[in-house]
């Protein structure tokens, strides 16, 4: 009901909602850009994170060329390097804001959130001028032609977006709360705005809108599936949550991608590898005060782990009578230890993981199947990583044995099936081992 | 095989050799062949075998000390196939000493005296059975000579044995330790006139003895090749590229020279390579380009390279893919054939006429060999001269290859040959030698080169796949009358890699009047090379399981059916298969039938149709490197295609004499074990041109679960001794496989059997 | 950074950075040879040590995770009774072909029959399918574990 009310909202607004297109302005003249200036711009880049989607591995940096899956069919991200023809080098500082914080390109069209215009509509207007800076002044221009969608017509018209957006968007910049302290509120504004954190681990809805985009509601950043991957709730829940990690644990993961409760996966990585790793530890420190703040999502069933020596006993007095136990054994426990500790930081455990507690257990298992990509801190990639156990174990060995995982060392999270590992086996590659890969910003 | 590892001159007259090349005496302590001063602590046989204990030489392959201990060379590395206890036994027995008076130590690559002191093709056995007998017996003499010098006696009253001269008449004795001076001055008797032993007699040829090397091995003292280290050593990783023949174009080289402990990063230019022309030699050994990082440690220098970031020249392979291959194999096998390698009758019309038609297309992937040991190699370089430990199956090639390299002549190069974790025909090839030598020279320091696993099997000397497109034929009464191949297979120029494609007398070739071998070429660049068993491996399946799809069609008991084969040949063609060389003779179907009816028999063939629905057994036989065997494998598979192996059944005609018979059946149990680890799962496949598989959890042996039992007999006939490492390997596969059809109905015609929803 | 544990009863310290595997301080910094590299990913089994008894992947165990432990490695595991036993029968059944993998099967194989005096062929696969032989000796390695447990028995 409250959809259809929404919608017949949305409708009505339609002529007030669509941005008034403004005449595309002429080429932005010199500007008195400061070296100081760029380069805070520069670090904002990092803290947003424009690398890891605008520059495919061997290409030119923020080229574009990623492929961002969305309900509708395949987006490419595009050229924002200077280059005048293909790229924004002909964007002025309006038009260039216009696209971060509204959505909106140069010539009129919309763009798909999975652009995260939503969390940057948030941005201070001097951060957005110094990214401008940044990326007008100290990108190299890079002729490459932007590729269209892969969605066929109607679903490639945007101006339903229009719509979208005049729902959804709040444009609103960050302001401060004034009931929490200046490291609460910067953040947030880390969070919230530049971090984009919620494009990931925010439930979406029908229309592919984040369901909350700050703290004011419990579904903000409560988990979210993305790509063959479950980005992890970062509310305060206790088991699957970050509930056990304090601050400063989570601000090394932050700045490292490890610490004593886990260790970065999936896209995490890209957050790690080209961003978070990046910021000054004040701000990583305050990134992990504001999560630290969040309440449980899940305050009606509160669960508490706690570590379980069971399970150890069995595995080293070879009982290995449980389903999946004798393919831990064999497969895992080399790393991972019969007592599920790890060797933290540099392999993590599995007893108490937040991640490995995740209700949708879609990262274990492409985890399991594929491998994991390194985290990589100054250059210097991980020295112990997941291998690919794709050929060493059929559909039926990894579910028993996530099933037994989940459920092992005080560990209490739902079972695996066969189906749905054969499923993300059908859908994703197993990590190739080939020397370092990693975007570059130069 | 047909990699000759053997010094021609050797085999000029067949086992007489040239006293010139192979007997050196002389006496004095520190004088004449004395290798022991050479020799680093931790390669001897013994630990801390000093200078004052090397006794006197007799003959080059060994020193008798005062004490009476006799410290005889064993010629051949090893791998773990026993030679290195095998081949002094041999000698020990014609010496006459007694063996608990026996000290093995391992030789250097001597660079001729020994011959070329490769162990490879199963050869170090027949190739070493006469000339170690010759030089033993030639020690015996010596030693009686002297002691009848000695006593004033005729050499003719006196006799030798367990370590002692006898003078039968009076019954003085003098011991060997008390005599070896004396000897060692006299001087070498013609070897073509030395007095063998009756072979009745032997004492210690024949009885189990263990190699020394694993009373340290089981307390982890026995030195391999990733263990050696020298004073001054540094530590090496060396990165190639993901595509064969990858040039480096740049790297982050000042980079990763900031990084811990590094303390040289070199690009290296790989060494031009002839393609063209026959394959006699692998022509993708030597050195390859790439990187090499230099360490304090080899932790550190792997860390760097986890940091290298090279541009690579791809080179035109970079799209080359399994999937391309399997296409083009397809596509050619509906095609004529390029060539017809044999030709006898006429195949085609004798398939058109015949009763019974049989078709199929049988492939195999490609295999790496992945010895648990990675490759490495230890070179210490100075003052134009380089001394070099290598896990070197092949040290001869090995020298020219560090010769070329490095511009010095032959007698500037000392190869210390280091017990090895594996061979497999690996270590035949020296590309890792070759890189220690070449990073050592530039680095002015002595190195050690150790591969990732992740090097090893991505650069790899692969055991090429290959198709075989087969039809043949039976008449009314099932007999054989037309056998046709169209073999499709891997080469990167006019030729095949002379192991790949079937020999022209391949049984059932002179066996069968009708047949033809034709062939057609996939273009390819991948480094092959030969593993246990070249072309048998895989051959023995193809066409033993095939011939199991031929009796099945007919009716007829496969054993009956194979031995019908055998027992006539041809009229002309005599034996069928030639082969054999100046060792021994060429193939001899009377011991191969001796050898199926033995294994039918052992194995209660004639009674397996009272075993259990879904348990069933199979056969397969190949003469290989000289060794005939047979065997009956029997295995069960359930439902969902899951295998348990229950029983093997092997046996083997080597000749008459099993050297040493605990390592005889070992070898023999480990080759059919190695051989279906490699059929159940083990497959090398290209992607953009890359190897996809990388480390254990993607190439995946055989593991200790379900280990069937296994029977060994011996079937002695009255030749000399040949190998045991290769023969028990290819006539598992087939086995195997008849097995699973057997049991299950599913007819398996492609390896690895996880390709066809197989598995233990 | 300095990290200090025992091996074989015997105290040592060693500088190296904490990622170290344990293998590579053993075999480089330590010169203990004995135990050796396969694979570096805990899929072979040939770097097999004890920790506290527990068979471990050295491979896999960080040096600032040995802090404080006790290891035991194949040099000096025939300390114990069943690890001199099974040196024994391993020479008594002639197990070895190229030895590489052994001293792993051979910390593998004691851990077994001091946890299980009469392990079942279950018990055996269970124990030593992570040690792998290239050779395949492991009929023979089988054999000698039962010879073991017979002695045991009797």
């Given amino acids: 009901m409250l959809k259809v009310v929404r919608n017949s909202v949305a409708l009505g607004l339609l002529a007030l909602a669509i941005e008034p297109l403004a005449e595309p302005s002429a080429a932005a003249p010199e500007m008195a850009t400061s070296a100081q200036e760029i380069s805070r711009g520069e670090y904002l880049a990092h803290a947003a994170d424009c690398v890891a989607c605008h520059t495919v591995p061997g290409g030119g940096a923020f080229a574009g060329g990623r492929g961002m899956g969305t309900p509708l069919g395949t987006v490419y991200t595009t050229n924002v390097t200077p280059d005048p023809e293909t790229g924004i080098g002909q964007y002025s500082l309006q038009d260039f804001d216009r696209a971060l914080r509204r959505g909106v390109a140069r010539d009129g069209h919309y763009l798909y959130p999975s652009m995260p215009y939503p969390s940057y509509a948030k941005l201070a207007d001097a951060d957005v001028a110094a990214l401008y800076a940044y990326f007008m002044r100290a990108v190299a221009p890079v002729r490459q032609a932007n590729r269209p969608t892969g969605m066929r017509w109607p679903l490639n018209i945007r101006w339903p977006l229009a719509i979208w957006n005049a729902v959804f968007l709040d444009k609103a910049p960050y302001a401060s709360v004034p009931d929490h302290d200046a490291q609460w509120n910067r953040g947030a ?191 210097t990639p991980d020295a112990y990583r997941m291998i690919p156990f794709r050929a060493a174990l059929n559909d039926e060995h990894v579910a028993e044995l996530l099933s037994f995982v989940r459920t092992s060392w005080g560990n209490d999270a739902a079972a695996v099936s066969a189906d749905q590992v054969a499923a993300l086996r059908a859908n994703t590659d197993p990590v190739r081992y080939e020397e370092l890969d990693l975007l570059r910003m130069r | 095989m047909n990699t000759d590892l053997t010094n021609p001159k050797d085999r000029a007259d067949g086992s007489v050799l040239s006293r010139r090349s192979f007997l050196v005496a002389s006496s004095a302590v520190g004088g004449g062949l004395l290798l022991a001063a050479t020799i680093p602590v931790w390669a001897r046989a013994t630990p801390g075998l000093g200078a004052a204990d090397t006794g006197h030489q007799l003959t080059i392959y060994a020193r008798i000390a005062p004490s009476g201990t006799v410290t005889i060379l064993a010629p051949n590395p090893e791998l773990g196939q026993g030679i290195k206890t095998a081949l002094p036994m041999v000698f020990a027995e014609e010496l006459g000493v007694a063996w608990k008076d026996v000290v093995i130590e391992m030789a250097d690559y001597l660079g001729g005296p020994m011959g070329r002191q490769g162990a490879g093709g199963s050869m170090s056995t027949p190739t070493n059975w006469m000339p170690l007998r010759r030089a033993g017996a030639a020690g015996r003499q010596m030693l009686i000579e002297a002691a009848a010098a000695t006593w004033k006696v005729k050499a003719s009253d006196c006799s030798a044995e367990d370590s002692v001269v006898t003078h039968g008449p009076t019954r003085r004795t003098l011991s060997y330790g008390a005599l070896a001076e004396r000897a060692a001055r006299l001087p070498v008797p013609d070897l073509t006139k030395v007095t063998l032993k009756d072979e009745s007699q032997f004492k210690i040829i024949g009885t189990s003895v263990l190699d020394p090397d694993k ?162 190699c230890t070179a210490s370089f100075k003052d134009g001269k380089v001394e070099i430990w290598a896990p070197t199956q092949n040290p001869a090639p090995g020298r020219d290859g560090v010769v070329k390299a490095l511009g010095i002549p032959p007698e500037n190069v000392l190869i210390h040959m280091i017990r090895a974790g594996g061979g497999f025909g690996r270590r035949l090839m020296n590309d890792y030698m070759i890189e220690a030598a070449v990073i050592s020279k530039q680095i002015g320091a002595p190195v050690k080169v150790l591969w990732s696993r992740e090097d090893d099997i991505q650069h790899d000397f692969y055991r090429p796949g290959g198709f075989h497109n087969l039809t043949a034929a039976v008449d009314e009464h099932g007999k054989l009358i037309a056998w046709r191949n169209h073999y499709v297979g891997f080469a990167r120029t006019k030729y095949f890699n002379n192991t790949a494609v079937p020999a022209l007398d391949c049984f059932p070739a002179g066996f069968v009047p009708n047949y033809a071998l034709r062939t057609s070429r996939i273009s390819f660049n991948m480094p092959v090379g030969p593993l246990r068993a070249p072309g048998d491996n895989v051959h023995a399946f193809v066409f033993q399981s095939f011939l199991d799809e031929v009796a099945h069609a007919a009716g007829l008991d496969t054993i009956e059916f ?116 490699a059929a159940l799962g083990q497959q090398i496949t290209l992607d953009k041109g890359r190897v996809v598989q990388s480390n254990f959890q993607d190439y995946r042996l055989l593991r200790n679960r379900k280990i069937p039992q296994i029977d060994v007999v011996f079937v002695p006939s009255d030749f000399p001794p040949t190998g045991i490492g290769e023969p028990p390997y290819p006539s598992a596969i087939p086995a195997f496989c008849n097995a699973i059809f057997a049991a299950s109905g599913q007819r398996v015609r492609k390896l690895p059997l996880s390709e066809e929803k197989l598995t233990i | 950074m300095s990290y200090k544990f025992q091996v074989n009863g015997i105290e040592r310290t060693v500088d190296v950075e904490g990622d170290t595997p344990l293998l590579w301080v053993l075999r480089d910094t330590l010169n203990m040879t004995g135990t050796k590299f396969g694979c570096g990913v805990a899929q072979c089994g040939a770097c097999t040590v004890h920790v506290d008894g527990k068979p471990t992947r050295s491979c896999q165990l960080p040096v600032q995770h040995a802090d404080g432990l006790n290891i035991t490695t194949i040099e000096g595991v025939g300390a114990s009774r069943i690890g001199k036993m099974v040196q024994q029968a391993w020479l008594t059944v002639d197990v070895p072909q190229c030895g590489y993998c052994q001293a792993g099967q051979i910390m593998a194989a004691t851990a077994l029959l001091e946890r299980t005096r009469n392990p079942t062929e279950t018990d055996i696969d269970n124990a030593m399918s992570g040690n792998l032989c290239r050779c395949a000796t492991y009929v023979r390695i089988r054999a000698a574990i039962k010879q073991v447990a017979s002695q045991l028995e009797g």
Avoid at chain 1, 283 to 311: E, F, Q, R, V
Avoid at chain 2, 589 to 610: N, Q, Y
């Fill in chain 2, 562 to 677: 194979n031995l019908t084969l055998l027992k006539n040949p041809l009229p002309g063609e005599g034996a069928g298969k030639v082969g054999g060389n100046a060792f021994a003779p060429g193939f001899m179907a009377s011991r191969m039938i001796a050898v199926i009816e033995r294994v039918r028999d052992m194995s209660g063939w004639k009674d397996r149709s009272r075993l259990p629905k879904g348990t069933g057994m199979g056969f397969g036989w190949y003469w290989s490197h000289l060794g005939y065997v047979a065997q009956v494998h029997q295995v069960s598979v359930d439902a969902n295609g899951v295998i348990t192996p229950e029983r093997c059944w092997v046996a083997a005609d080597v000749g008459k004499h099993i050297i040493n018979p605990t390592n005889a059946v070992n070898q023999m149990q480990g080759g059919v074990l190695d051989a279906v680890s």
């Fill in chain 2, 215 to 376: 009373a340290r091995i089981v307390v982890g003292a026995q030195p391999f090749g990733i263990d050696v280290k020298v004073p001054g050593m540094l530590y090496a990783v060396f990165q190639k590229g993901p595509v064969f023949d990858a040039r480096v174009k740049s790297a982050n080289i000042d980079e990763i020279k900031a990084l811990p402990g590094v303390s040289h990063v070199l690009v290296l230019e790989g060494s031009p390579r002839v393609l063209e022309g026959p394959t006699r030699g692998p022509a993708d050994d030597g050195l390859h380009h790439g990187v090499a990082i230099v360490a304090d440690s080899w932790w550190r220098a792997q860390r760097a390279r986890q940091k290298l970031v090279i541009d690579w020249d791809e080179g035109p392979h970079a799209s080359d893919s399994t999937a391309g291959f399997n296409a083009r194999a397809a596509e050619l096998a509906k095609q004529k054939p390029e060539s017809d390698l044999r030709v006898d009758g006429n195949p085609d019309d004798a398939i058109e006429h015949a009763a019974k038609v049989v078709t199929a297309a049988y492939s195999y992937a490609f295999i790496s060999h992945a010895t648990l040991e990675p490759m490495n």
């Fill in chain 1, 189 to 379: 504004y880390l969070v919230q705005g530049l971090g984009h954190c919620g494009a990931c681990h925010t439930p979406r809805g029908l229309v592919f809108q984040e369901k909350a985009l700050t703290q004011a509601d419990q579904a903000y950043l409560s988990g979210a599936p993305l790509d063959n991957w479950s980005a992890v709730n970062l509310r305060g829940d206790d088991t699957s949550g970050l509930g056990r990690w304090s601050e400063a644990e989570l601000t090394e993961y932050l700045k490292t991608g490890h610490n004593a409760g886990g260790t970065a996966f999936g896209s995490m990585i890209d957050a790690i590898n080209y961003s978070t790793q990046y910021l000054s530890d004040e701000d990583n420190a305050a990134i992990a005060h504001y999560l630290k703040s969040l309440s449980p999502a899940h305050p009606d069933t509160p669960s508490h782990w706690s570590y379980n020596p069971a399970t150890e006993a069995a595995l080293s007095a070879s009982q290995l009578t449980a389903p999946g136990s004798l393919e831990y054994v064999q497969n895992c426990a080399g790393c991972h230890g019969r007592d599920g500790k790890g060797a933290a930081p540099y392999i993590p455990p599995l007893a108490g993981n937040p991640a490995v507690l995740d209700p949708n257990s879609v990262s274990l298992i492409n985890i399991v199947l594929n491998g994991s990509s390194p985290v990589v801190v100054h250059g």
